[in-house]
């Protein structure tokens, strides 16, 4: 069976990945309303609701910092649309070695921007519980 778009696979993965703020986009839709976003991120971190601001409400550098997150987090997101287009393209006809390899530094670009995400948090958090100290 050769798998389409949306591929079962990254959907399921994409399931969960909404609960942390994913939302897949169709198309030309945007993906940089910072303040929208934000609201969505803001549950990241392990401070009382009422201590995180509205991104219009943190402080000029931690806003910087939110939205350095925030942009690591939607290039990890095409990085993930790019790993689905890819892994399909990997069983539309035979099996091809530079199809796999393409895939393989897909995958790897994505790994490393979660990281990079997971980095990002924990800057934003130090900065989140710096001021509310």
């Not at 198309?27 to 971190?45: N, T, V």
């Not at 690591?72 to 399909?88: K, M, N, Q, S």
């Not at 990997?90 to 997971?118: N, P």
């Amino acid at each position: 069976m050769i798998p389409e778009l949306p591929n079962k696979l990254f959907s399921t993965g994409r399931s969960v990945l909404s609960k942390f703020g994913y939302v897949h986009f169709e198309g030309e839709e945007s993906r940089d309303d910072w303040a929208e976003m934000w609201e969505h991120l803001k549950g990241d971190f392990p401070l009382e609701q009422a201590q995180v601001p509205s991104f219009d409400g943190l402080e000029p550098t931690v806003r910087e910092a939110a939205r350095d997150y925030m942009k690591v987090r939607l290039l990890a997101d095409h990085y993930l649309d790019e790993c689905e287009r890819l892994h399909v393209n990997i069983f539309k006809g035979s099996i091809e070695t530079d199809l796999v390899e393409k895939y393989s530094l897909a995958r790897d670009r994505y790994e490393h921007s979660v990281e990079d995400f997971g980095e990002a948090r924990v800057k934003v958090q130090g900065l989140l519980s710096k001021n509310a100290a």
